[in-house]
């Protein structure tokens, strides 16, 4: 039987939300006043299931009981993970993991907004937990990842940012290479048949970076056909110099207008630059969640949220960096492989030597290089 929620509640709810949105501690950034807002409508669909006594008043609806955990069926929490109260498509199915931590997010930030204490689930490990991701992504991943990102976009606009999300996929699975390694490479870089590519190697406390050849896969090879088009095509609209000019060969380039704080004041960057870590890492957590949800339960998902993840997947396939046995390196050891290093070595025979992954061999130079 569905319940009226009393006008009254209502109305506090729209004062909560209120508040929330003037409290410094909330209004951090649009995204989080978004998610308050979010939460609200969650607690004014729900409120038709809950009981006279829980909606009696806006403390008795926030009360712990009331809301809940995803793992207790007859509370909001319990409900609302089932897909129940979904405004958008897909409007059935549970919810992703990260969409339930999304809203107990902003439960707890109401919750605090309106002076109650802290819910029990706050605590470190009572939410529930996604697949890590720091977890490297296996085959299994990269061909689920890959598939669905081969479907044309919704929307033409968003049809570039998927093709270089693809090529940035597959580039990081086909070379297993860090992330500055991949915003690193140009377009000279590529062989003529696309058949390879020569990525820098930069691990930390060298003084000299030093680059590889490394083969590139059919899948990649493929991705650079759809990307190189539109590449050129964004730097020949909006950079003055054109594609052919020596200071345009990124391949991986931002694709609309940023930012940037100069010193004569901030200045509107036009498309076509190179991207940066931080850009290219947005942008495919942006299509990464959103995939995951989309594929919810699915076979191979969800999959690693951060390039890292690709990368050391990609690593691990190409069988340059062990799935298992990886041990501690010790200042000792970051000396000698900086003299191997030196003296001419790849860091894939170094690391494979010492029997350990690659990021272990730059955080034993980080640390040593701390350290010095």
Request: with cysteine.
């Amino acid at each position: 039987m569905t319940t009226k929620v009393p006008d009254a509640l209502l109305a506090d709810l729209d004062a909560l939300r209120r508040k929330a949105v003037e409290d410094p501690a909330v209004a951090t950034s649009q995204s989080r006043i978004r998610r308050a807002s979010t939460v609200i409508g969650l607690l004014k669909a729900a409120g038709r299931d809950c009981t006279p006594a829980q909606l009696s008043s806006l403390q008795n609806l926030l009360d712990a009981d009331t809301i809940g955990h995803p793992d207790q069926p007859d509370t909001i929490l319990g409900r609302a993970v089932t897909g129940r109260y979904r405004t958008k498509r897909p409007l059935d199915g549970p919810l992703a993991v990260a969409a339930q931590r999304h809203l107990m997010d902003g439960l707890a930030d109401l919750n605090r907004v309106a002076g109650n204490p802290p819910y029990w689930w706050q605590a470190r490990g009572k939410r529930p937990w996604t697949k890590h991701t720091r977890t490297p992504i296996d085959q299994t991943g990269h061909t689920v990842l890959r598939r669905a990102l081969s479907d044309p976009a919704t929307h033409p606009r968003w049809e570039p940012f998927r093709l270089r999300t693809l090529l940035a996929v597959e580039l990081l699975w086909a070379t297993g290479v860090p992330c500055e390694g991949l915003i690193a490479i140009d377009t000279t870089d590529l062989a003529d048949d696309h058949r390879a590519v020569t990525v820098t190697i930069n691990p930390p406390g060298r003084t000299q970076p030093w680059t590889e050849r490394l083969p590139l896969t059919e899948q990649a090879r493929a991705a650079l056909q759809l990307w190189l088009p539109v590449r050129r095509a964004v730097v020949a609209e909006h950079l003055r110099a054109g594609p052919d000019a020596a200071a345009n060969q990124a391949l991986l380039i931002t694709l609309h207008p940023t930012s940037a704080d100069l010193p004569d004041g901030p200045r509107l960057i036009p498309p076509g630059m190179r991207i940066t870590r931080a850009g290219l890492e947005l942008s495919y957590s942006t299509w990464a969640r959103r995939l995951n949800a989309l594929h919810h339960g699915q076979k191979g998902w969800p999959v690693p949220t951060t390039l890292q993840g690709l990368g050391r997947g990609g690593a691990i396939a190409r069988g340059a960096e062990p799935a298992t046995g990886k041990r501690a390196l010790t200042n000792e050891d970051a000396a000698e492989i900086t003299r191997r290093l030196d003296a001419g070595d790849t860091l894939t025979a170094v690391a494979a030597s010492f029997g350990v992954s690659r990021p272990t061999v730059y955080a034993a130079l980080r640390h040593a290089a701390n350290q010095a």
